[in-house]
């Protein structure tokens, strides 16, 4: 496998599993980013050349379908490459497997690299010279379709927090898959004994800091099965996140 496809071994450690002894959906994501974090830097564009330079990778998006999860103390493989890179966003997309190899998942992603001081994106071809893009692996297949639009029509917020401490990640906001955690215990537990999450989209619209007060909205379609959410700063009615899960059988 070139440079331009990574491929890194994760351990699904028993603090991570749910009552069902599967991975957690925001800690799958969390590896995936991990992956994506290691990646970056063994191409020379990785979070330490970036912080030298004032800037920072931040997730926009992302699309992530599962047929089965890792299970309690079972190492797993994560396989990442950059898609597309356009000015100001780039595509990067995963492949999960078990430790047998066989394929349990694909993701795909949408990043900006923003100026830490400004928190406005950056043209991508001013990093190294243009670096990323000697790292494309357009010809890698993930075949699964891209993050879409997400609508919720909530208009009551069904709980509302706070973002702590252990909320705030390096790059100073509320990280990712915290909003990930907040929406999965709006879920009825029931739904989550019985099913799995199949297919799970989430967009970034803008940050959240400490302390903020975040109001979570929640809606059900019945005729999709779709799980729809979308979190507001309370003070300001401005959106941080939107996201919908969709739900399939125990298999």
């Given amino acids: 496998m070139s440079l331009n496809v990574g491929s890194y ?6 603090s991570q599993m749910d009552f069902a002894g599967r991975l957690m959906l925001n800690h799958l994501g969390n590896q995936l980013l991990n992956a994506a974090g290691i990646h970056a830097a063994e191409c020379g564009f990785g979070m330490n050349f970036l912080n030298k330079n004032h800037y920072t990778w931040v997730l926009s998006r992302l699309a992530l379908e599962c047929s089965e999860y890792p299970t309690q103390n079972e190492w797993f493989y994560i396989d990442t490459w950059l898609e597309n ?3 100001f966003f780039s595509k990067r997309n995963f492949i999960i497997r078990n430790m047998n190899g066989k394929i349990i998942g694909y993701a795909r992603s949408v990043w900006s690299m923003i100026d830490m001081s400004s928190r ?9 010279d243009g670096i990323i893009y000697d790292y494309l692996a357009a010809e890698q297949e993930c075949p699964i379709d891209g993050p879409s639009k997400i609508n919720i029509k909530a208009k009551t917020p069904v709980q509302s927090s706070s973002v702590q401490y252990t909320d705030v990640d390096i790059n100073g906001h509320c ?14 537990i029931d739904l989550l004994k019985t099913r799995r999450v199949k297919r799970f989209e989430i967009s970034y619209h803008s940050e959240a800091l400490y302390g903020d007060l975040l109001d979570n909205y929640y809606e059900l379609d019945i005729s999709d099965n779709k799980h729809l959410f979308e979190i507001r700063k309370h003070l300001t009615n401005e959106v941080t996140c939107k996201a919908k899960f969709f739900f399939g059988e125990i298999e």
């Fill in 9 to 14: 071994k994760f351990l699904a450690e028993s």
């Fill in 85 to 87: 890179v356009m000015n």
């Fill in 120 to 128: 406005n994106p950056v043209n991508l071809a001013n990093l190294g």
């Fill in 175 to 188: 990280n990712s898959m915290h909003y990930i955690e907040r929406m999965l215990n709006l879920i009825s």
